[in-house]
């Protein structure tokens, strides 16, 4: 075959002839079948063995050039065996050593544009200007210009692409990432981004270096066109605006940003535009030539329907039919259908990517992938986005990624590009894999690394959403590790695609498929629970068991751990609905199944955390703390302190202590987690939040209510960002609103109390919050507070009570429906709310049924409990809880005419006061009249309601014989101050009983052992005795001493009382 012509004489033309003739017969063949098939055209006329002119056609197709030796020194010269190689790289360092650096057409800065240079460099060095922003239309040269002031820049500079940006949030994160700071998952406010960027560039400054950033093409944020983009465009200058306030009184210091833009950047403080005229350039790039078409160049308006079909897709970058033909034409006029195909494939990228990346999804060698890689380039399809890295770095224009992707499933691009598409998730997803493995040792270090390329990771969660490519691990601590992942990255919605999605695709089989299954409808149910519910999450968790009650072999490790996973879920869905026993019974049951097989695990910590909340949710704080302790500890054995979960458990150990009253630990607590939070970069975020409003809550607890402002705000405004309309979001709302009333600034607090109670309303089903009726007290004590409101306060009711009988009318409904503590608050709201309307009647109907429905549901168990019971503050509030349904029975059963049903609760009350009064050791709080005297009292006239005076003889007799008992089998005992508080009743109890049964002898027998037990409390505790303790207690035992006719004892006791009280 004839050489083909060649028409320039270059430098480069004689390093050409120095390495051509290195090469055999076997490499020169394969250097030039190589240039056939990426490049084509001309390259197919040459002869196999004319590597000349084959190396003169890429100088000559603008592939190579003095400065631009890529091909040769990566792709030509590898070819060589690896002897020649040395010698070959010596020839092109000779070459570079003796070729001046020369600048290519695309970047000759002639005349004017050096001035612009030079202009825009003296504003930002020694001129005011903080922000500059260069405009002008399409295909100026914008970028190149920037790009230009930054290499020349004497200081430090780094560039942001922000073209593909549509919000804040995207330029947040494009420069957190460029400037390698670990983002936060969820919401990423301003005060924060800000703080850590001048962080980042503070050590610089420190230095003495000036920074400039480049934020590349912002048209978007600048036009403000139409509402959203006014708000943009706010949003953009407020953002600036803080940006440049860094070390601002330094100029030679201080942090510059240059822009770039189609249009003026207006109405902006400290921002100067600069707007760039049109630059001739040789050689056209993709904006170039879709800006062309504006100015008349030859691009044909001609629409073809396939053109029609297409442009609707390309309306939303504002691309209209003419720019479209463009794209197409910079595509069609590629050189080989082989660089048509790698752009389809590549369209797969989600942001710039490395030759051996791309060389894996396009299933070719990395030399191969190079070679196409640098044709693209050539023909302005792809750009270098770095070239100092360790590899070359690309990527594509966003607008001919769109059209890319807009033609793969055509039949000549479908096959390749889903091949390509295969290949792409099995390298992003194995990626994916090696990191959730890193999350436990190095957390913050795994985070580090899915954030450097989420792009591509949450695109590679989208293709796993197809069933041809889902392979998700069928194991159970692969499954769980890559779902630790996606809880620590991805946003709550995402994930509940994502399981919901993967289980929808697992077969059913009774074996592996339903296991993987109940797995993912577990891991979906407890995201669900976050966002929409209960409801739906018990919906799912019976998916869960239906694959569960398939597994054939139910005696297999990982049926065992789906099955706690399940009753995990269970557990955390049932605290949400607020049944806290039954979460505690689920739980245990999780652990039964699974603690000895995880041993140390992260989901073993997470369930003993959900116990120590069960038990804190069931006031037993130091339960509670046994378990926050243990999760904590097997956490930090497992991660050491820099991991997600830490954070939440040193706040749980905080909220311990405020429930003890220790307020200053549990604030250095939530201090503690919320600096963890920040180290870990995982702030702005639920967790953030939910700390925040704790350490609110305890400075409240303190006093400190404007030490409680900042974090209160601060919660819910991480709530409404990322939340909106929830259940949290209304407690960080009613929070602010208490701080308000708190400040005396009722109408404050009353705004805030109804935009909680709106908020409430928007809930739905099995999604209230915790805090629905103390906002309805909050309307109505401001409503009390200010003047004139009592009509709002009528309408308010009015309102109050629809919402709580839909509220009432939901939870029936609902499949959970328990007789609990917080269906028995709705009742108790309707009926207070009615008050004596003609509508309380059915209210009151309503609520006897409920209420016999509870005592029936939990009376067994309130006797196991209370029998089991040891801690007489415990058994107290038990018996409060229980006293008081018994007491609404009563008062229901009388407003309702209920006697035979009056008579029944009446006698459940005497058992349950009789079965008090003879428990030993239990001594009951006066304040809640649960003290022997006030208690037999009770009993006795229980008896009379319900007609059994006469049995009241037989009672006495009976509680006396047991109290003689006690106190006897209590001689000698311990003088603790509960237990002699318990026998101090206890013997008042005999003296008041024998005197009732008129036993004389018997009442002088224990009245002397009365005394003799005074005397034994007086020589223990006197010394530390106040003086109103003192003085009663000296009154008593006087008294004793009367009452058996010691009057030489009565006589001391006087004189003591008369000389230590002068009475």
Avoid at 421 to 442: N, Q, T, V, W
Wanted: overall charge negative; aromatic content about 10%; charged content about 30%.
């Amino acid at each position: 075959m004839a050489a083909v012509g060649i028409e320039s004489e270059t430098g480069l033309q004689q390093l050409f002839r120095d390495i051509s003739p290195k090469f055999n017969p076997t490499e020169t063949e394969n250097v030039v079948q190589s240039m056939k098939r990426n490049y084509g055209g001309k390259f197919n006329l040459l002869d196999n063995q004319d590597l000349l002119s084959c190396l003169q056609l890429l100088e000559k197709h603008g592939h190579v050039s003095d400065n631009k030796l890529t091909l040769i020194e990566e792709f030509v010269a590898p070819k060589l065996n690896k002897e020649s190689q040395e010698s070959i790289k010596e020839m092109i360092d000779s070459f570079k050593a003796s070729c001046p650096p020369q600048v290519g057409p695309e970047k000759e800065f002639q005349g004017r544009r050096h001035d612009d240079i030079n202009k825009i460099t003296k504003k930002l060095e020694t001129g005011p200007t903080l922000v500059l922003n260069l405009f002008g239309s399409t295909g100026v040269g914008k970028t190149t210009l920037a790009n230009e002031v930054c290499t020349k820049w004497r200081g430090k500079h780094f560039v942001f692409d922000l073209r593909e940006a549509k919000d804040m949030r995207a330029i947040y994160l494009n420069i957190m990432n460029t400037l390698e700071l670990t983002v936060p998952v969820g919401y990423v406010d301003l005060n924060y981004v800000v703080t850590r960027i001048h962080e980042k560039i503070q050590p610089l400054k420190s230095e003495g270096q000036s920074v400039l950033f480049l934020l590349d093409n912002v048209e978007q944020f600048t036009a403000g066109n139409g509402k959203e983009g006014k708000n943009l465009k706010a949003a953009f200058v407020q953002f600036l605006g803080r940006l440049s306030e860094f070390d601002g009184k330094d100029k030679k210091t201080a942090l510059k940003l240059l822009l770039t833009s189609r249009t003026q950047l207006q109405d902006a403080n400290n921002v100067e535009n600069f707007e760039l005229a049109i630059l001739r350039q040789e050689r056209k790039s993709a904006d170039d030539l879709i800006t062309g078409v504006h100015k008349g160049e030859a691009v044909s308006s001609k629409k073809s329907k396939s053109e029609e079909e297409k442009l609707f897709y390309f309306q939303e970058e504002g691309v209209d039919i003419s720019q479209l033909s463009a794209i197409r034409e910079m595509f069609d006029t590629l050189s080989t259908d082989r660089l048509k195909v790698s752009t389809v494939s590549i369209s797969l990228f989600c942001g710039p990517f490395s030759v051996s990346t791309a060389a894996k999804v396009l299933g070719i060698s990395q030399s191969e992938a190079l070679a196409q890689l640098e044709g693209l380039v050539t023909s302005a399809i792809i750009f270098i986005v770095n070239e100092e890295a360790g590899e070359r770095i690309y990527n594509i224009h966003p607008l001919i990624r769109k059209y890319a992707d807009s033609i793969k499933d055509d039949a000549k691009f479908l096959e390749a590009y889903m091949e390509a598409m295969g290949r792409f998730y099995e390298h992003f997803m194995s990626k994916m894999e090696k990191i959730a493995g890193l999350l436990e040792p190095d957390f913050v270090g795994a985070c580090h690394l899915f954030e450097t390329d989420r792009a591509n990771y949450e695109f590679t969660v989208d293709i796993s959403l197809q069933p041809e490519y889902f392979n998700v691990p069928g194991e159970f601590h692969e499954s769980a590790s890559i779902a630790s992942l996606f809880n620590a990255r991805l946003p709550v919605e995402k994930q509940i695609e994502l399981f919901h999605s993967w289980a929808e695709m697992c077969e059913d089989d009774g074996k592996s498929g339903s296991l993987c299954r109940a797995q993912l409808k577990c891991r979906e149910a407890l995201q669900i629970l976050d966002v929409v519910g209960t409801e739906k999450a018990f919906e799912v968790l019976k998916e869960a068991s239906c694959s569960l009650e398939k597994v054939q072999d139910k005696s297999s490790e990982s049926y065992r751990l789906s099955k706690g996973l399940y009753l995990y879920s269970e557990g955390e869905a049932y605290y949400k609905n607020r049944d806290y026993k039954k979460s505690l019974e689920s739980l245990e049951s999780s652990l039964k199944f699974t603690e000895e097989l995880l041993n140390v695990h992260n989901n073993l910590a997470m369930c003993y955390n959900a116990i120590g909340n069960c038990h804190f949710s069931l006031n037993k704080p130091a339960k509670a703390l046994e378990f926050y302790n243990k999760a904590y500890q097997m956490q930090l054995a497992l991660t050491g302190k820099y991991h997600s979960e830490i954070p939440m458990y040193k706040n749980q150990i905080g909220s311990v202590h405020e429930n003890q009253g220790e307020y200053d630990k549990a604030v250095e607590c939530y201090k503690e987690a919320l600096r963890l939070l920040d180290e870990l970069k995982l702030s702005g975020y639920w967790d953030e939040a939910h700390f925040c409003r704790n350490l609110a809550n305890a400075l409240m607890f303190q006093e400190k209510y404007s030490e409680a402002v900042e974090p209160a705000d601060r919660a819910y405004s991480i709530r409404m960002e990322i939340l909106g309309n929830h259940p949290l979001t209304v407690r960080s709302i009613f929070q602010r609103a208490v701080i308000q009333a708190n400040f005396g600034e009722f109408k404050k607090a009353l705004q805030l109390f109804l935009e909680a109670w709106e908020m409430e309303k928007s809930l739905g089903a099995g999604n209230q919050s915790e805090v629905w009726r103390k906002i309805i007290t909050g309307v109505e004590d401001m409503c009390d507070f200010l003047k004139n409101l009592g009509k709002k306060k009528i309408q308010f009711r009015k309102d109050a009570v629809k919402f709580c009988q839909r509220f009432w009318d939901e939870q029936k409904r609902s499949a959970q429906f328990s007789f609990s503590q917080f269906n028995k608050d709705i009742i108790d709201a309707i009926i207070y709310l009615l008050g004596d309307k003609k509508d309380g009647y059915e209210t009151e109907k309503e609520a006897l049924w409920f209420y016999e429905g509870m005592q029936s549901a939990t009376k067994g168990e309130f006797q196991v409990e209370f029998d089991q019971e040891t801690d007489n503050s415990s058994l107290n509030e038990m018996l409060k809880e229980r006293d008081e349904i018994l007491d609404k029975l009563i008062d229901l059963c009388l407003q309702l005419d209920e006697y035979e049903k009056l008579t029944k609760y009446k006698n459940d009350k005497l058992a349950l006061y009789k079965g008090i009064l003879v428990r030993k050791y239990f001594v009951g709080e006066k304040e809640y009249d649960y003290d022997k005297a006030t208690l037999k009292s009770k009993v006795e006239q229980l008896y009379q309601d319900v007609g059994q005076t006469k049995d009241i003889p037989e009672f006495r007799e009976n509680l006396l014989s047991t109290w003689q008992t006690q106190w006897e089998e209590g001689k000698g005992g311990e003088k603790m101050k509960e237990i002699g508080v318990g026998r101090e009743r206890t013997i008042n109890g005999i003296l008041q009983l024998c005197m009732e049964l008129k036993q004389l002898d018997m009442f002088r027998r224990y009245g002397r052992e009365a005394l003799s037990f005074y005397e034994d409390v007086w020589e223990v505790k006197q010394a530390t005795m106040k003086s109103p303790e003192m003085k009663k207690f000296l009154l008593n035992i006087k008294q004793s001493a009367s009452s058996i006719g010691d009057h030489q004892m009565e006589r001391l006791y006087d004189e003591a009382l008369q000389v230590r009280f002068r009475l």
